[in-house]
């Protein structure tokens, strides 16, 4: 099995903590800020980061819905990072100043890809899908943020 890896990033005319704190906010923002690929989105501990657990699922394609259960942490100033105990999906979200008044805000999603014929084509589709939707996210994520 090869790792599979989506990554996007987008300049956000905010202030980095204000960019991250909504990001960090599953109580209120994020809900608001996920596209429609997501549904059934529960936080079930915690709300703001560290130590939140939060329930979703994606469907990433007509096929492929993923039942997602992440517990958030933040290792790093900045950063926060859902691991998926229902898979090896780990995504890693970063905040970094871009300027004044400016953020970029990045985000990354690794996980075990199939084998075979199934891997090639996971690891050929899957990472432009993914990084279209966490597009849209981002995008969402300004809007809410740039009021």
Known sequence: MAQVEATTERIIAAD???VFDALADYTEV???I???QYSEYEVREGGDGEGTLVH???QATSKRVRDCLLEVTEPTDGQLVEK???SSMVTTWTVTP???GRARAAVSTVWDGAGGIGGFFERT???KGLARIHD???QNLATEVEK
């Open 16 to 18: 980095p903590e204000a």
């Open 30 to 32: 994020r809900g608001k």
């Open 34 to 36: 996920l596209p429609g």
């Open 56 to 58: 979703w699922k994606l």
């Open 84 to 86: 998926d105990r229902n």
């Open 98 to 100: 871009a300027g004044e």
């Open 125 to 127: 589709f899957a990472p």
């Open 136 to 138: 849209e996210l981002l």
